[in-house]
């Protein structure tokens, strides 16, 4: 159930960020889906071990060096999924940065509504 939570936050943050970002296209709502879906699998199982292959250079660079692999994952999903167009590296930064932030805004307002709920 977690995993469907997520994937339907990662979905509605696609879909902010495309209208945000100018250099980013979504072509319609089943498109986005398919997006969230690919860029949460990319980040379970292709950000760790980029992360791991990296240290040396997020230790040197104080974590900043995520933000690039980020926008580096937003990349490989635009290869993936048809109808996500992404125009350049600097628009994939920007996204990956806009998505992250509302999927933890998103994340932060479930954690709190499943609180108040249970007390």
């Known amino acids: 159930?977690?995993?469907l939570i997520k994937l339907f936050f990662t979905w509605l943050?696609?879909?902010i960020a495309s209208y945000l970002v100018p250099?980013?296209?979504v072509s319609d709502f089943i498109t986005a889906l398919v997006t969230a879906t690919v860029l949460t699998l990319l980040n379970a199982f292709i950000r760790?071990?980029?992360i791991v292959l990296t240290i040396p250079f997020t230790i040197?660079?104080?974590g900043l060096f995520l933000f690039i692999i980020n926008a580096f994952i937003v990349m490989i999903g635009d290869k993936f999924v048809d109808g996500f167009q992404?125009?350049?590296f600097g628009s994939a930064l920007v996204f990956s940065l806009i998505v992250s932030i509302t999927v933890s805004l998103?994340?932060?307002m479930d954690?709190?509504?499943n609180k108040d709920n249970r007390d």
Do not use: E, N, Q
């Open 13 to 15: 943050a696609v879909i």
């Open 106 to 108: 998103l994340g932060a």
């Open 60 to 62: 040197f660079t104080l």
């Open 111 to 113: 954690k709190k509504y």
């Open 48 to 50: 760790p071990v980029l």
């Open 23 to 25: 250099g980013v296209h």
């Open 1 to 3: 159930m977690k995993f």
């Open 86 to 88: 992404v125009d350049s």
